[in-house]
Every structure is written in structure tokens, then in C-alpha cells.
């Protein structure tokens, strides 16, 4: 005869106490290339808009419109160094603007350009300090602190106008010529005179076209071993050694190396003792490319902690105006911009250069950025801003979105019933701030309101001695909010707007109740 056994009903939740777990703000930064499954507990499925450091991950500086009236997109910023006076000029239009001293930039310093999507070089002659740029469709100009000049008749030996990219390398000005395989070189320390061609045709073996050039810098500094890196359209990367490249002994090329296609023309910057180069497979390192091969040593990109994301940008907008990348030392930051829609939407794919901790700027609509006495500034819609400036952006606010890698918190087979939360902020101000426990991976925003209010005291073990926490008057805010869902896994999931309050997110307490093993 057989029997029917009814099985044993667990509770989901058992009457156990409450378990509580401090988890620190996620400044190990946003992952992308990770299953969202498979994450250490100090990084983010989203981080939006903040900033990590060492100790906390703090809301990013906003920006001010520091010059205004270039009735147009700037799609070129440019920052001259004299010997007595440095210049700040924003081009759009198709004409270029001095906006060195902020407000409104007046008339023109130089119009009727083709476009105004220029690469430039500062360089230091016996004759003074200049500026000198190219766009592979107007002449070369030179602007010597005072005048902008016409240099089309001057630069002999090719045709001034069909130069489209610039470097300084080794005392010498170098261009490349739009649509073939040819660099051109002028003599030591001039700005004119005869050029001399370079052509990279034989060595090419994936054909295309040249798209720029680039100095590799090895010891952080200028000196022999300085090595020249071109890259052409189909990804084609030829390095040389040496100083004149008419003396086979003090000209040599290194290699030949294929790293994918670069994106934009302006794909070089160099950063410490490195040069890195935007390209399809994301933000490739020099340093790295020649001691690794494809084979035995694969080359990681810097960009590698967020490889999907970028994979995902260089396809959908690489064929976009405003691919830039530049080290901001102020900051510890490196800003690689993504062009999601071509002088309209932008955002910013941002590392902190100590922690290699990756985030996503939203809000700086940014065509391209340049370092101006130590200061950031960005060329938008008729205006160049000054970034990294304030805590708004032109006077509105800054949304962010932080959601925390899931944990299961050491036991993956239970389910959990999360019922508290604790943030940790350090603000100026209380914030306007949201919070919940997101579960089993949902990534949906966060919703319910937290009560932010500062706090008595400070937070022991928490900053750092001498730094914003400590001179900028911030106050502590920590207080226990109501936290419902369950699940495996949680997240902390925080967002907050704020207008003109400096934040920084440090850790948070979350509480649990576990439930059985199913």
C-alpha cells in the first residue's frame, strides 16, 4: 500500500535574531566587466556621478560657464603657455575666440575657418612662444601670444591645408597628411620652413590611412629616448626610436604592432611615464603593448574594469565627434569622454589615477576637454566651462545613482529578510537622498526617502587628517532607516540631488534577519 509523505515545510524566514553587516562605500568603483553575480562587495553595478576615493566615494565637482557668446558649438579648446602670459581660446564656427579672461568673448580673433575641430602643439623657439594647429582643411595657423598667422606659405614642401594632425616630438613639428600614409617633419625648434616626408606606406601592413601621432615618453620626461608612435586607421601602431629620421643611426624603428582600430583623431595622451590611446578594444597602454603579445601575454586595456561598457560606446558611438581622454592631476582623474550624440549628449567614463577605481560622469556636455593653469575646462553649447568647479552644474543640481555589488553575505543558499539600512554621509548640508536594499540583482532606482540630518560628532577611523572632511566644516549624517525585501543577495542602493552641497558617501549598515537554507 503506498503511503503519501507530505515534505517538510521550512519558513523562508526564520525567528532567529537579526544579523547586522558594515559594508564600506563601493570605492573599489564601477564594474563592467564582472557578472553582476560574481563582484567584490567594494564595487558598483552603477556608479553615477560620484567620485571614488581612497575612503569614500564622494559627489563630483560640477561646472560653471566660465566664457560665453561663441554662438555655436566649441569644439576646441586651447590653452597657450607664453613666456609672460598664458591664453585660453575656445573655437566654434568656425572661429576662434579669446576667452581667457571669462563672460562674454566678443569678436572673433580669427574667422572664416573651414570647421572648428583643430589639433594644436605649444612650442618654445628662439624666436618666442607659439601656438601651432592644423585641420587637415585650412591652412596651418600660429599664434605667437599677440597675433594669429597664416602659415600656408611659409611651410613648403606640401600643401599646409591637407594637415590634420600635430605632435611636438623631439624639438621637431610633426603632421600627418589626411588620407595617406605620410607623416611630415620641419626642421628643429621652427614652426616653417621645408618638410620632410616620412612615408609609412611599407609598413603598414593593414593598409588605411595614418590618423595621428603620438610621443611615448618612457622616464616621464623629454630626452633621447623618446620614441615616436604612429597609428593608422586600421590599427596599424609603428614605433621608432631616435632624432632624425633622415640618419639610419640615430633613427630606428622598433616594431610594428597591431592594437585595433584607434578612435578619433585626437586618440593620444600622454599620462605620467605612459602614452594610452583610445582604440576599439578600449584605452590600450603602450608601456603595455610592447612588453605583451597577443598569444602568451594578452594586453589588458586601462579600461578593463568596465570593458563592457566601453565595448558597448565604441560601437554605438565611435564614429561620433568628441572622443578625448586627459590625465587631471588636480584631481587624480583621468576622463576618458564618450560622445554619445555628437554635440548634443556627452558623458564621461572617469578613473581615479591612484585606486585605477572606475566611475560614469552624466551632465558635463562636454565636445572636448583641456587643462588651463591647472584647471579643467570643457567646450559645450556657446560656451566653455570650467569643470570640476563647484558642487552644481550651471546653477541646477547633481543627480547621482550608487548601487553596491550584491552580497550574500557569507551564506548564498539562505534567503535573507533585509529590514534596516544605515548610510554613512559626510555633507555640507543634509542631502536630498534616497535609499533602499535592492535584492537577487534587481537594479531597479532607488526610491524611498531618507531622512538625512547631521549628526554630533565625527566618525572615528573614517577620514582623512587635513583633507575636505576636516576643513570644509562637513557634517556627519548616519541614522537607521526602514529596509523591506528579501532575498539571497542585497545591495545598498543610493541616490541622492543635491544643489551646490559637497558629499561624500562612506560606508553602510545594513540589517538582516536570516532564513532558512533552501
Not at 97 to 105: I, L, S
Not at 116 to 143: H, K, L, P
Not at 159 to 171: A, C, D, K, V, W
Not at 176 to 194: D, R
Request: net charge negative; glycine share 10%; aromatic share 10%.
Amino acid at each position: 500500500m503506498r503511503t503519501n509523505v507530505l515534505p517538510i515545510r521550512r519558513p523562508l524566514i526564520s525567528k532567529s535574531r537579526a544579523t547586522s553587516k558594515s559594508l564600506p562605500a563601493p570605492v573599489g568603483g564601477w564594474n563592467a566587466r564582472d557578472s553582476i553575480a560574481d563582484m567584490d562587495e567594494k564595487d558598483a553595478v552603477i556608479l553615477t556621478n560620484l567620485f571614488p576615493s581612497t575612503t569614500s566615494v564622494n559627489l563630483r565637482g560640477g561646472y560653471s560657464q566660465f566664457a560665453t557668446g561663441f554662438g555655436a558649438q566649441v569644439e576646441t579648446v586651447i590653452s597657450y603657455s607664453g613666456a609672460t602670459t598664458n591664453k585660453l581660446f575656445g573655437i566654434a564656427g568656425g572661429a576662434v575666440y579669446d576667452a581667457t579672461a571669462g563672460g562674454a568673448v566678443g569678436a572673433a580673433a580669427l574667422s572664416s575657418l573651414t570647421n572648428s575641430r583643430w589639433q594644436y602643439i605649444n612650442i618654445a623657439t628662439s624666436g618666442g612662444n607659439f601656438i601651432e594647429m592644423c585641420n587637415g582643411a585650412d591652412s596651418v595657423y600660429t599664434f605667437d601670444g599677440t597675433t594669429w598667422t597664416d602659415r600656408s606659405g611659409a611651410i613648403t614642401g606640401v600643401t599646409s591645408s591637407t594637415l590634420i594632425n600635430i605632435n611636438l616630438h623631439q624639438e621637431r613639428i610633426w603632421f600627418v597628411e589626411v588620407g595617406t600614409l605620410k607623416a611630415w617633419y620641419l626642421p628643429v625648434k621652427s614652426i616653417t620652413g621645408a618638410a620632410a616626408a616620412l612615408d609609412l606606406s611599407a609598413f603598414c601592413p593593414h593598409g588605411g590611412y595614418l590618423m595621428a601621432m603620438g610621443t611615448w615618453t618612457m622616464d616621464a620626461g623629454t630626452g633621447m629616448d623618446d620614441m615616436a608612435v604612429f597609428i593608422t586607421s586600421n590599427g596599424d601602431c609603428l614605433v621608432y626610436r631616435g632624432t632624425d629620421p633622415t640618419s639610419a643611426s640615430t633613427w630606428t624603428k622598433i616594431g610594428t604592432y597591431w592594437i585595433g582600430s584607434p578612435i578619433g583623431r585626437r586618440c593620444f595622451v600622454k599620462y605620467k611615464g605612459d602614452l594610452l590611446i583610445i582604440t576599439q578594444d578600449g584605452l590600450v597602454s603602450m608601456a603595455q603593448l610592447l612588453q605583451s603579445t597577443q598569444l602568451k601575454t594578452p594586453l589588458i586595456s586601462v579600461t578593463d574594469k568596465i570593458q563592457d561598457a566601453t565595448a558597448k560606446a565604441v560601437t554605438n558611438y565611435g564614429a561620433n565627434f568628441g572622443w578625448n581622454v586627459l590625465p587631471l592631476d588636480k584631481q587624480t582623474a583621468l576622463i576618458l569622454n564618450v560622445p554619445v550624440k555628437t554635440n548634443a549628449s556627452q558623458q564621461q567614463y572617469v578613473m581615479n589615477t591612484i585606486t585605477g577605481a572606475w566611475c560614469n560622469f552624466t551632465g558635463w556636455l562636454a565636445n572636448c576637454f583641456e587643462i588651463y593653469e591647472d584647471d579643467l575646462y570643457f567646450g559645450g553649447t556657446n560656451y566653455i566651462g570650467k569643470a570640476w568647479d563647484t558642487y552644481a552644474d550651471a546653477g541646477q543640481g547633481i543627480p547621482t545613482l550608487g548601487l553596491q555589488a550584491f552580497s550574500y553575505f557569507g551564506s548564498p543558499a539562505q534567503v535573507k529578510r533585509f529590514t534596516m539600512m544605515r548610510p554613512t554621509f559626510y555633507a555640507s548640508s543634509p542631502p536630498d537622498a534616497y535609499g533602499q536594499i535592492n535584492v537577487d540583482f534587481d537594479q531597479s532606482p532607488a526610491t524611498a526617502v531618507l531622512a538625512v540630518a547631521n549628526a554630533i560628532g565625527g566618525l572615528w577611523d573614517a577620514g582623512v587628517w587635513d583633507t575636505a572632511i576636516w576643513g570644509a566644516g562637513l557634517e556627519l549624517s548616519r541614522q537607521w532607516q526602514g529596509a523591506a525585501g528579501a532575498g539571497y543577495c542585497g545591495a545598498p542602493n543610493i541616490a541622492t540631488n543635491t544643489n551646490s552641497i559637497e558629499l561624500q558617501w562612506l560606508a553602510t549598515d545594513v540589517v538582516m534577519e536570516p532564513g532558512a537554507i533552501l
